[in-house]
């Protein structure tokens, strides 16, 4: 069998039939009440406000409408008819228990069990993910293998497949898969057929020829196009057919997304005045393109408002289904109120006022004249005169008051002369315009004979009327369009930028109204609207990361007010979409992690999190800061992927503690941005499973970074201090004995090296890098020592190479002393500067056989040493070579 659409709702329901019970002598009877006192229900684990769920089954055996109250009215609320519905958006963890109370809204009868209300019980129905393992799959009907050319009925019936409108993606969205137990042993390439896929409307549906995943293209249209009849096929490489044709149905979906619109905008009505309640008046009618049969597209109507509200401020009702509009009290008198104005709405969701959609009309109601009021003289005798033997003259003016509506036959006064006129010589015809009565003399009078005439003048009451509809233009409410209205822009846009003109227009278009436009809705107080012209500027840098803007949305509306009498409104939205910019730097997280002392291994996976969008967001680089210093010879990061990166201990064995390492963190925005953030590791003791079992508070943790660093800097302090007075007071023991060295300046030996000066100079050049003239083969590496802490000048600390020994130049023997105790203090003090000149040629050069001068020592012995080797060096040093590598004599 086909297994149901992932994304629909299955309901499991147990229905009992109750209320119907069998009397005494056969006949049944009807008891209101719930048909079942337990509901198990299965919705989706996420449900979108105002969202239909299931039905509570009620017997209200004809009794008349019943009230339903929720248990959780914040998340769940029922309507008349029983229909339960999301009140707001739900994302379901667990099963929920909804209890449901009835009660009779006229008796106030409650239906309740012994154990309380009915219970609903709401399990969320658990949908994975759609992915190529877990799709839903079609499989071709099994044919024989021995007659695969043989034509089969298709009796195989596919469940259709539906599909909600509107679905944002991402798309291509996979529906099912399509499959034949063919693939197993050979190649197989699918496609489907039909209206949606390669015929009009095309590229709809499309589907893997290899894999058989049947996919939507983009968002679809339930009023467009209700459903979709496909046919999907089968065949091998060859283009020859394996599988007969199978049919595949796709349903749309109907969401709630369309308003309900009125036929007429302004609707005109009539009703007699004196009308009884219950006297039907007109009917007003609206449609929705949402399916009918559901609640999207069950309207109700409603009477908002009524103008003027007398002699009652409900003088009419209107059917809640059928739009029907009748009187419902007493009192219509058109010489008090000649007109009624109705705001009449239309809500679907069976008007349900908050998730239900709603539009507005207006109903005009004219109050019709009856002769209910008789005319009146305004005086009770009337004077005139005539001149004799005259005709078609007028002598006299009646005038009438009559409360009925002008020039209207109720109002025409009809004058009739009753009596005192035998001969018939006056006639009184109506005035059209004045409705008076002109007394009018029609045959010549005598004066001899008649000198006067009293006559009696009465109109009857009794006449005819004829209705007449007119339409007038009443002041309709001005509107934007588009509504609402979108634009694009990036985020961070100074303040006093001009927007866009957001104009509304004025249906009135023979009452020349102006209009004027305010904020209605502004939440971050982000813009300005010019008040005559709609024209829109920003107050404030437009933020994309703001809480007031959703999914990169933001809503201001705006009020459009003309100077009608009275004033009529309309609103509009403009919505401005923010584009992204990389105005935010990346983060670490989580803030905060454990390590155990001893790696083996152990890591940390740590990612970055950052306000903006792709591609301003991830993938991102992460590297360590390199101060403090021993932030990367304890601790080494890997790049796991584009967002994730793992941090490990680089050495063995790390003392328990709180450590705030810096992490330096990149974008991979256009102009990328960095930050600097700190995760706070908690080194300590771990157990074999990995976790931490060290209860004990560390002491670091209880001081703040400042105060660590603080103590550091003044222990470093102390002891350079104590360096620097050692320095100083190992230079005043060499300093002291060298005074004791000194001699006369004409018997010093280092005047006569001075003027062999081919290979330096003597105290003076103390500014050279004597380092420089040691062999290469014995200099010390630079980490032995760091820079800083030995001087340059200073001797090595490595014993120093062997030289030849030379033989000691005849001279008195106090130079010798000199010469020895200067040499055994040189040799004994490795930080002392090369006060006898002899310590400066140390090194001649790799190969000589000369060897360096300093290789004196006070343990040698100069008369043990050969010196005819310096004949070969030149005229300058045979003279030494005399001196000192001579004979006896």
Known sequence: MYPEHEGSARFLLLVVLAGLQIGAEGTPTCKPGFSQDVYNVVVPGVTKEGQPLFNVGFADCGKGPVKFESSSPSDFRIQESGLVY?????????????????SDTVTNQQWTLSHGAPVIQIK???????????LKEIVFPARNADSQLKRMKRDWVIPPINVPENSRGPFPQELVRIRSDHDKNRSLRYSVTGPGADQPPTGIFII????????????????????FHLRAHAVDLNGNQVENPIDIVINVIDMNDNRPEFTHQLWNGTVPEGSKPGTFVMTVTSVDKDDPKTANGMLRYKILSQNPESPSSNMFTINNKTGGIITVAAGLDREKVSEYMLIIQATDMEGNPMYGLSNTATAVIRVTDINDNPPEFTAETFFGEVPENRVNVIVANLTVTDKDQPNTPAWNAVYKITGGDPTGSFSVPTDPTTNEGLVTVVKPIDFETNRAFLRGIHPPRQSTATVSIRVIDVNESPYFQPDPKLIKLEEGILPETSLTTFAAQDPDRFMHQNIRYSKLSDPAQWLRIDPNTGHIVTMAVLDRESPFV?????????LATDNGAPPATGTGTLQIYLLDINDNAPRVFPQEAEICEKPEPNAINITAMDGDLSPNAGPFAFELAHRPSDVRRNWTITRISGDYAQLSLKIGYLESGIYELPVIITDSGNLPMSNTSYLRIKVCQCDVNGDCTDQQHIMAAGLGTGAIISILLCIIILLILVLMFVVWMKRRDKERQAKQLL??????????ILKYDEEGGGEEDQDYDLSQLQQPDTLEHDSIKPVGIRRLDERPLHPEPQYPMR?????????????????KAADNDPTAPPYDSLLVFDYEGSGSTAGSLSSLNSSSSGGDQDYDYLNDWGPRFRKLADMYGGSDD
């Open 124 to 134: 969320r129905k658990r949908v994975p993910a759609a992915t190529a393992q877990d």
């Open 550 to 558: 959703k999914n990169s949305l933001y809503n201001a509306t705006f």
């Open 743 to 752: 001699i006369d300046p004409e018997d010093d030996v280092r005047d006569n």
């Open 807 to 823: 033989s000691a130049a005849p001279h008195p023997g106090d130079i010798g002393d000199f010469i020895n105790e200067g040499l």
């Open 86 to 102: 999301a009140a707001r958006d739900l994302e379901l963890s667990g099963p929920v228990s909804l209890a449901i109370k009835a």
């Open 208 to 227: 893997d020829p290899i894999s058989g995943e049947l996919s939507v293209n983009k968002p679809l249209d339930r009023e467009h196009i209700p459903s």
